[in-house]
């Protein structure tokens, strides 16, 4: 019988087999579906590609997670061995690699780990996916989670309306 994975535990921000997702301070206000993202490892470690060769472990650049995404580890050939062995592979890839907001990000990383680790047999994730797919699919992680990630937003809509209907 196949060992259960360890339960999330939002209150010490452990998110075993997840991806998880915080809001960019500025560039999430005017475009809510672009944010940073993170992966877990099986005991709930974050890992996030954070910045010029830089991977943090369970401080993730922009804050605890708003949102986050429960993965099957069971989807990997190798189970949790290969789920962690994976992540950490990404982790050191991208420790050597420089930063790019457009093009090697944090969702490089969490994609390349999902890659390495041939999540449900694929290995085309990429950063446009892994976006679109925290967006729709993406739990909150509680009221204060939603909060966070859309009041910025509905805020500068609505000074940009002020404006629009004043001018």
Known sequence: MAEMPPQIDFENHKYPHCIVWTPI???????????????????GVIRDFA???FVSEDDMAFGNPTRYLIL?????????TE???SVSK???VYGTRMHN???????SHVAMALNTMQYRGKTNWNMVVLAFWMFLFGRYVGFCGLLKTW?????VVAICTTFAVIL
């Open 151 to 155: 009041i910025p937003f509905l805020v």
């Open 25 to 43: 301070p500025v560039l999430t206000w005017f475009f809510p579906f672009i944010g940073h993202m993170g992966i877990a490892m099986s005991n």
């Open 101 to 107: 907001l457009f093009c090697d990000n944090c969702h």
């Open 51 to 53: 910045g010029p060769y």
């Open 83 to 85: 789920w962690d062995e």
């Open 90 to 92: 990404a982790s050191v």
């Open 72 to 80: 099957d580890p069971y989807r990997v050939e190798g189970g949790l």
